[in-house]
């Protein structure tokens, strides 16, 4: 009792708003590295907290623990309290500090000091069932709904038409802006250039990209498509969106308000690179 009282005064300052909760999932998880399976449960919570994607905490019976080797790393969470660091060796190649765990959590925290989690893009796949999940795991609470539109929808990027059509995908997505997804028959293909850059959507798959030249100016890495879309997106395969944030789009004539994401910015990334991911 006498530590717990310890670490509440040790609190860094606290958003009554923010909050924490965990709930057990009945999904089969698996993570594979290096070829070897180092996490097997069907009894994996899931982590929700302000701010923040879902993480698995998964028990530390159903985890490799034997290829796991504390580091001196440890961080402080204000509202979970301190976490311990391992890195897990798989043959030669070390992951390192790539799971943490909080083995005394604050009391008003969730009871997760028999749990470990990992860093997402530590490990080389993640399995739900049999299907691959990529970036972080899946909200159970998001939602992407697709549906064909007969909605005029005109995309203008420096005072040039670049799509127009009547036949739009429209994608919902918990917590984002609509997406206008556009068939290429009704884009100025000619002012599109392929680009390098492919990133990953956990509830959506691999995004390709193109920059538009239009009013002799380039925007780059302005629309994104999807050529293999998971299942459940399967509706917007080969069509293309551009960025509500960077564009203007007219819906039935009516200019849309730009909305204000962290997408907001020029050459900003919709979803984690390939290779790169986030928290």
């Known amino acids: 009792m006498a530590q717990a ?3 509440q005064q040790g609190r860094r300052e606290r958003d009554p708003n923010h909050k ?3 709930e057990p999932t009945a999904k089969w998880i698996r993570g594979v590295l290096g070829g070897k399976t180092i996490v097997d449960t069907k009894r994996a919570l899931i982590l929700f907290e302000t701010s923040h994607t879902p993480v698995y905490y998964f028990h530390k019976d159903d985890v490799r623990m034997d290829l796991m080797k504390p580091t001196d790393k440890t961080t402080n969470c204000p509202y979970k309290g301190d976490a311990s660091y391992w890195t897990v060796t798989v043959g030669d190649n070390p992951s390192e500090d790539a799971l943490w765990s909080y083995s005394d959590p604050y009391p008003d925290a969730p009871d997760i000091k028999a749990y470990v989690a990992f860093y997402w893009n530590k490990v080389d796949h993640w ?9 972080h795991a899946r909200d159970p609470y ?11 929808v005109q995309v203008v990027i420096n005072d040039e038409t670049v799509a127009d059509t009547h036949t739009a995908t429209l994608l919902f997505e918990t917590g984002l802006p609509i997406r206008y997804y556009i068939p290429k028959t009704d884009i100025r293909m000619d002012l599109l250039t392929p680009t390098d850059r492919l990133t990953r959507c956990p509830y ?13 100016e380039e925007a780059e890495n302005i629309a994104w498509y999807y050529t293999y879309p998971i299942p459940e997106s399967a509706k917007v ?6 960025f509500n944030e960077r564009v203007d789009i007219y819906v039935d004539n009516e200019l849309m308000e ?3 994401t962290k997408w907001s910015a020029v050459n900003s990334i919709p979803f984690p690179l390939l290779n790169v991911f986030t928290d």
Do not use: C, I, W
Not at 127 to 135: D, I, L, T
Not at 142 to 152: G, P
Not at 204 to 216: E, H, I, L, P
């Open 127 to 135: 399995f739900e069932e049999e299907e691959e999940v990529y970036v």
């Open 258 to 260: 730009r909305p204000k």
């Open 204 to 216: 959506k798959g691999a995004s390709n990209y193109y920059s538009v030249t239009a009013g002799d």
């Open 237 to 242: 395969a080969g069509l293309v969106a551009f």
């Open 142 to 152: 998001k939602r992407v709904d697709t549906m064909l539109s007969s909605r005029h």
């Open 5 to 7: 009282s310890a670490q």
């Open 20 to 22: 924490v909760r965990v």
